[in-house]
């Protein structure tokens, strides 16, 4: 019974996947088929024309800031979860995924497969992948935070909204945490030893004397480090707003981009910018186009992880 269990799960499992993969994949196609139906291709490729020499050179080097900093992450949660990751290495790996989620569609498809192939690099994937589930999650509730201060801080089109959205974000923690103390403490329940995993998972990985603040820095460096790009893609689209006014419509679009259903990292990430920038008093393409440079400012970024996805093409015929 135990092993035809066991052999019904995986079939079932591709097809749950496949259906999400899909459906994320046609809702960020939705999004930009609704943009270039409102707006035509005109703030789109007006922004492209844009980039200069100094805007891809700046990317770049932000861009050196921001993946260190998610290696250097990486690196710590993967330490404390007992999987070791030298940062020279989490560095290329990093480099690589930034450039498959820059490329492939879903804009995660990169780092499932630097979680999957240091798993299998470690001998445990499950522990590499949880590495990876952790270090992202932490980078994204330090932006949640940013936000949450900088979105109260600033005028913003959400602002009005932050304290019942603040309120029900409490009140959905409370609820996971007494859910979590509520479940069966017996070994024998599935969901007691999830529990039991992902608080030692993140007493260890995260919380840990020595990680926690190394985690802490290298998310407040890496936000900093995309809204420095999104300030520089905004000035390069041409944009003359004030940064007390772009930073909370640049907050924005950077959660919008935490959403895993974009073509080669565009859709919602035009969407929210394009809705921010005109409730701001903007207009909506400015928006579109900030976006679009910025999209294409990471692009360049990342080329770096395409010299290490040919790197390693050149060693592996080597090495057979």
Same mark, same amino acid.
């Given at each position: 019974m135990g092993d035809e269990a066991g052999s019904a799960m995986p079939r079932a499992t591709p097809v749950g996947r496949s259906f999400w993969g899909w459906a994320r994949l046609a809702l960020g196609v939705g999004v930009l088929v609704g943009l270039l139906c409102w707006f035509g291709t005109g703030p789109f490729l007006a922004?492209?024309?844009?980039?200069?020499?100094?805007?891809?050179?700046?990317?770049?080097?932000?861009?050196?800031?921001?993946?260190?900093?998610?290696?250097?992450?990486?690196?710590?949660?993967?330490?404390?979860?007992?999987?070791?990751?030298?940062?020279?290495?989490?560095?290329a790996h990093c480099y690589r995924a930034i450039f498959l989620n820059a490329t492939l569609p879903g804009g995660i498809l990169g780092d499932v497969h630097r979680a999957v192939r240091h798993g299998r690099d470690v001998g445990d994937v499950g522990r590499g992948i949880r590495a990876v589930v952790w270090e992202r999650m932490a980078g994204q509730v330090v932006l949640v935070a940013v936000a949450a201060v900088l979105l109260f801080a600033f005028p913003s089109p959400v602002r009005p909204f932050l304290p019942v959205a603040t309120a029900v974000a409490v009140a959905v923690l409370v609820a996971v945490v007494l859910a979590a103390r509520l479940l069966p403490q017996s070994g024998?329940?599935?969901?007691?030893?999830? *529990?039991? &995993? %992902?608080?030692?998972?993140?007493?260890?990985? /995260?919380? #840990?004397?020595?990680?926690?603040?190394? =985690? @802490? $820095? +290298?998310?407040?460096?890496?936000?900093?480090?995309?809204?420095?790009?999104?300030?520089?893609?905004?000035?390069?689209?041409?944009?003359?707003?004030?940064?007390?006014?772009?930073?909370?419509?640049?907050?924005?679009?950077?959660?919008?981009?935490?959403?895993?259903?974009?073509?080669?990292?565009?859709?919602?990430?035009?969407?929210v910018a394009a809705?921010?920038?005109?409730?701001?008093?903007?207009?909506?393409?400015?928006? *579109?186009? &900030? %976006?679009?440079?910025?999209?294409?400012?990471? /692009?360049? #970024?990342?080329?770096?992880?395409?010299? =290490? @996805? $040919? +790197?390693?093409r050149v060693r592996v015929p080597a090495t057979v």
């Open positions: 922004g492209l024309r844009l980039i200069d020499a100094p805007a891809l050179a700046a990317a770049l080097a932000i861009g050196v800031l921001t993946t260190v900093c998610a290696a250097w992450r990486w690196s710590l949660v993967a330490g404390g979860l007992g999987v070791r990751l030298p940062l020279r290495e989490a560095v024998a329940s599935r969901w007691a030893r999830a *529990v039991g &995993t %992902a608080v030692s998972d993140v007493r260890n990985g /995260l919380l #840990a004397r020595r990680t926690w603040f190394g =985690v @802490l $820095l +290298a998310s407040a460096l890496a936000v900093a480090g995309h809204l420095a790009t999104f300030l520089v893609a905004a000035r390069t689209a041409g944009s003359t707003a004030p940064l007390s006014l772009l930073l909370p419509l640049t907050l924005l679009a950077l959660l919008a981009m935490g959403v895993p259903a974009n073509v080669a990292g565009f859709g919602p990430r035009e969407g809705w921010a920038f005109a409730a701001a008093g903007l207009t909506a393409a400015e928006g *579109v186009a &900030t %976006a679009t440079v910025y999209g294409a400012l990471v /692009l360049v #970024a990342s080329l770096p992880g395409a010299a =290490v @996805l $040919l +790197a390693r």
